[in-house]
């Protein structure tokens, strides 16, 4: 059965993972917060995240660095000269589009980055596009659009307190490159990983959490000698895809690998693979790897005047290092993951929702129930001794079967309800979210059966 993107987002809206922003003042368009559940599974992804590329890998090291940093910063990446989306507004209806989006979505296979606005102009008349909302073909002319957020830093609002939010977390990494380096004493190759919040003034954000204005990222900037023969490149690209598939449990045929072409490349970049997920909407870049040559660090080192070579402590020469850059967003990430994760399915006695999520990413691995109010004392008691070795909800409210179905729907992996029987065979019920059987346990055995099944 086809997932229908309006009955996911309905679901986890109802069920406490996400919420509109704002939403008792009517809201903010495109702005979304993470209710207690899904909280629980971002900071579960990020966590895995960065076990599994800083913590548990041999090259890397971490960075938090900050949301506003100098606007020299962005004239050196080249933000600021370059970082707009073509805006072109329906004269009939006054709608505003990204004019390159109006072409890929009516041509799905075509790919018009690096395209000039007059090359988009021509070929929106040709193909008699039409605006989405009124269907009429009458558009302005594209004008370049700006995607920072630009604020103001101090008291005085003038050109010179100008300061903008970060539209990427890339950066921050690449000017504390040397003071990393230095303070850890890393020889090439290492890496510098960071999760944080980026902001982007996106014309037409939208498909719910997967384009959105304010995000954040979960980015790794790899640095290596240029002459080092190791395919980098490739063990990073295997790295992504093991987390995919192992760590947070995609399915192989759910996302697919897209070599960019040579006319599609960012002019900076040698190579680039995204790594496309096959939404309900349609297919949508997940996670991108770049090599980035040493494009970053040589522009850093122009406009700051800072040397931010590598003495090569075996050759004694100075090179500025090149850099590969595997970077994912944690929400398109998350919505990749419920859309796996959500099934409805048809019972004897009726239909469940049921999110299966993996072990590692379940808001909560453990519900702990009373079968009556009677065994509510003893129930308490349980679920505060499995709350020290395991992520645990209690529910008492409803009969047991809206108690399952509940638990089913919010992705809760085990389910121990102390019944009648409790008191006299000191052993609880345990029922398994994915294929719903049930089995007895001793209470002195319940940590260490649930241990060896969520591990």
Same mark, same amino acid.
Not at 390 to 412: L, W
């Given at each position: 059965?086809?997932?229908?993107?309006?009955?996911?987002?309905?679901?986890?809206?109802?069920? #406490?993972?996400?919420?509109?922003?704002?939403?008792?003042?009517?809201?903010?368009?495109?702005?979304?917060?993470?209710?207690? %559940?899904?909280?629980?599974?971002?900071?579960? %992804?990020?966590?895995?995240?960065?076990?599994?590329?800083?913590?548990?890998?041999?090259?890397?090291? #971490?960075?938090?660095?900050?949301?506003?940093?100098?606007?020299?910063?962005?004239?050196?990446?080249?933000?600021?000269?370059?970082?707009?989306?073509?805006?072109?507004?329906?004269?009939?209806?006054?709608?505003?589009?990204?004019?390159?989006?109006?072409?890929?979505?009516?041509?799905?296979?075509?790919?018009?980055?690096?395209?000039?606005?007059?090359?988009?102009?021509?070929?929106?008349?040709?193909?008699?596009?039409?605006?989405?909302?009124?269907?009429?073909?009458?558009?302005?002319?594209?004008?370049?659009?700006?995607?920072?957020?630009?604020?103001?830093?101090?008291?005085?609002?003038?050109?010179?307190?100008?300061?903008?939010?970060?539209?990427?977390?890339?950066?921050?990494?690449?000017?504390?490159?040397?003071?990393?380096?230095?303070?850890?004493?890393?020889?090439?190759?290492?890496?510098?990983?960071?999760?944080?919040?980026?902001?982007?003034?996106?014309?037409?954000? #939208?498909?719910?959490?997967?384009?959105?204005?304010?995000?954040?990222?979960?980015?790794?900037?790899?640095?290596?000698?240029?002459?080092?023969?190791?395919?980098?490149?490739?063990?990073?690209?295997?790295?992504?895809?093991?987390?995919?598939?192992?760590?947070?449990?995609?399915?192989?045929?759910?996302?697919?690998?897209?070599?960019?072409?040579?006319?599609?490349?960012?002019?900076?970049?040698?190579?680039?693979?995204?790594?496309?997920?096959?939404?309900?909407? #349609?297919?949508?870049?997940?996670?991108?790897?770049?090599?980035?040559?040493?494009?970053?660090?040589?522009?850093?080192?122009?406009?700051?005047?800072?040397?931010?070579?590598?003495?090569?402590?075996?050759?004694?020469?100075?090179?500025?290092?090149?850099?590969?850059?595997?970077?994912?967003?944690?929400?398109?990430?998350? %919505?990749?993951?419920?859309?796996?994760?959500?099934?409805?399915?048809?019972?004897?006695?009726?239909?469940?929702?049921?999110?299966?999520?993996?072990?590692?990413?379940?808001?909560?691995?453990?519900?702990?129930?009373?079968?009556?109010?009677?065994?509510?004392?003893?129930?308490?008691?349980?679920?505060?001794?499995?709350?020290?070795?395991?992520?645990?909800?209690?529910?008492?409210?409803?009969?047991?079967?809206?108690?399952?179905?509940?638990?089913?729907?919010?992705?809760?992996?085990?389910?121990?309800?102390?019944?009648?029987?409790?008191?006299?065979?000191?052993?609880?019920?345990?029922?398994?979210?994915?294929?719903?059987?049930?089995?007895?346990?001793?209470?002195?055995?319940?940590?260490?059966?649930?241990?060896?099944?969520?591990?």
């Amino acid at each position: 059965m086809k997932l229908e993107m309006e009955k996911l987002i309905a679901h986890l809206k109802s069920q #406490g993972f996400v919420f509109q922003g704002s939403e008792i003042y009517g809201g903010l368009a495109n702005s979304w917060d993470y209710g207690p %559940l899904g909280a629980e599974v971002k900071n579960k %992804l990020k966590k895995l995240w960065w076990d599994f590329f800083v913590k548990r890998n041999p090259y890397n090291i #971490g960075l938090d660095s900050s949301i506003i940093l100098n606007p020299k910063v962005w004239e050196a990446s080249g933000h600021l000269g370059n970082f707009n989306d073509p805006l072109i507004d329906c004269k009939s209806c006054k709608s505003r589009w990204r004019a390159d989006k109006l072409i890929e979505e009516k041509f799905t296979d075509l790919n018009v980055g690096g395209w000039s606005n007059e090359q988009l102009e021509k070929f929106i008349q040709e193909n008699a596009i039409i605006c989405p909302k009124c269907q009429k073909n009458d558009f302005t002319q594209i004008r370049q659009f700006a995607l920072m957020f630009k604020t103001h830093q101090g008291v005085v609002e003038d050109e010179g307190s100008v300061v903008y939010l970060r539209p990427e977390t890339a950066q921050g990494i690449f000017v504390q490159y040397k003071n990393s380096q230095r303070t850890l004493r890393k020889k090439l190759p290492f890496g510098i990983g960071q999760i944080g919040k980026s902001f982007r003034n996106e014309i037409t954000p #939208g498909n719910f959490i997967f384009r959105t204005r304010e995000f954040e990222q979960m980015e790794l900037e790899f640095f290596f000698a240029p002459q080092d023969e190791k395919d980098w490149f490739q063990y990073w690209l295997d790295k992504v895809v093991y987390f995919l598939e192992n760590v947070v449990k995609f399915d192989k045929d759910n996302f697919v690998l897209r070599e960019h072409e040579k006319d599609e490349l960012a002019h900076y970049a040698k190579r680039t693979v995204d790594i496309e997920y096959k939404f309900p909407f #349609g297919t949508g870049e997940l996670w991108g790897i770049a090599h980035r040559s040493d494009f970053d660090l040589s522009q850093h080192q122009k406009v700051s005047g800072q040397d931010l070579t590598y003495l090569d402590p075996n050759t004694n020469e100075k090179y500025l290092a090149h850099v590969i850059e595997p970077s994912v967003g944690v929400e398109r990430m998350m %919505l990749a993951i419920f859309c796996q994760s959500y099934e409805e399915e048809q019972l004897e006695n009726g239909e469940r929702i049921v999110m299966k999520l993996p072990y590692t990413l379940a808001p909560y691995t453990v519900a702990v129930m009373p079968l009556q109010k009677q065994q509510k004392d003893e129930a308490f008691k349980i679920f505060e001794e499995i709350l020290e070795d395991f992520d645990a909800t209690f529910d008492e409210t409803g009969n047991i079967g809206k108690r399952y179905r509940r638990q089913d729907a919010i992705g809760t992996p085990y389910c121990i309800t102390v019944d009648f029987d409790t008191e006299n065979d000191h052993c609880v019920t345990v029922r398994n979210r994915d294929t719903m059987e049930q089995e007895r346990v001793s209470i002195a055995e319940l940590k260490t059966y649930l241990g060896n099944k969520l591990s």
